[in-house]
């Protein structure tokens, strides 16, 4: 069955450093696979997103994602977090054969300290 | 810059009663979508609609949901007998086309559904 799983629950990172989350899926063929974010009171914004071609996506606010199909991972990453990029990040997949259903991973909350 | 609209943010309900959430999608998008998120659970897709009609479905959205297009821009989920379970933050989301083109799914803010 598809699943994707995000490892880390919580993670606390000091402004300035660098941040990578972590996210790895199960699936028969090459997903679809997308980056959200949440603040507090808001909706899922699409940080990127990776459907073929180059591995190494960019997307907004300075971060970018590096799929990996030897792995089935597409990990998250950001070289110098900003305190406003505490929120929840959520890694999802979609599938060739869907109207456009999403798998959602169950979420990295993300804490940024001075 | 548009953005996909939820009303209420916030509902209180006693169990058994029905429930009607609305959306406002954006106005040129043509798919859309309902997803819940049960507090310290995963998002999960619930049902996408398209060219009026259910297009695909989860196993969650039994004969107790419905959703439906009334006008042109309203987007509403239907929930007949509410059950504590359902209790959950849901979202409604639209996109111009499909994933699989590479259409984004743009989600609103979210109607949080307490059942008690």
């Known amino acids: 069955a598809q699943s994707v799983t995000q490892p880390d629950i919580h993670i606390t990172v000091s402004e300035g450093a660098s941040l990578e989350l972590r996210c790895n899926y199960s699936?028969?063929?090459?997903?679809?696979l997308f980056w959200y974010v949440q603040s507090p009171g808001q909706g899922l914004q699409l940080l990127l997103k990776y459907f073929s071609g180059d591995t190494l996506v960019q997307g907004i606010k300075g971060f970018e994602a590096e799929f990996k199909r030897s792995q089935s991972s597409f990990n998250l990453r950001k070289p110098s977090v900003h305190w406003s990029d505490a929120a929840e990040y959520f890694c999802a997949v979609g599938r060739t054969d869907s109207w456009g259903k999403l798998q959602f991973g169950a979420g990295t909350q993300v804490v940024v300290t001075p | 810059e548009p953005e996909v609209t939820q009303t209420p943010s916030h509902q209180v309900t006693q169990m058994g009663q029905e429930v009607i959430l609305r959306c406002v999608p954006i106005s040129n998008h043509l798919y859309f979508y309902w997803y819940r998120q049960i507090l310290g659970q995963k998002v999960e897709f619930l049902v996408s609609?398209?060219?009026?009609?259910?297009?695909?479905k989860s196993e969650i959205f039994d004969d107790q949901f419905s959703v439906e297009r009334p006008d042109g821009s309203n987007f509403t989920l239907k929930i007949r007998s509410t059950k504590l379970e359902d209790s959950a933050m849901y979202f409604c989301?639209?996109?111009?086309?499909?994933?699989?083109?590479?259409?984004?799914?743009?989600f609103g803010p979210g109607t949080r559904l307490t059942v008690l």
């Open positions: 609609f398209y060219n009026n009609e259910i297009s695909e």
């Open positions: 699936y028969g063929a090459t997903p679809y």
């Open positions: 989301a639209s996109s111009t086309g499909l994933a699989v083109i590479g259409s984004e799914q743009f």
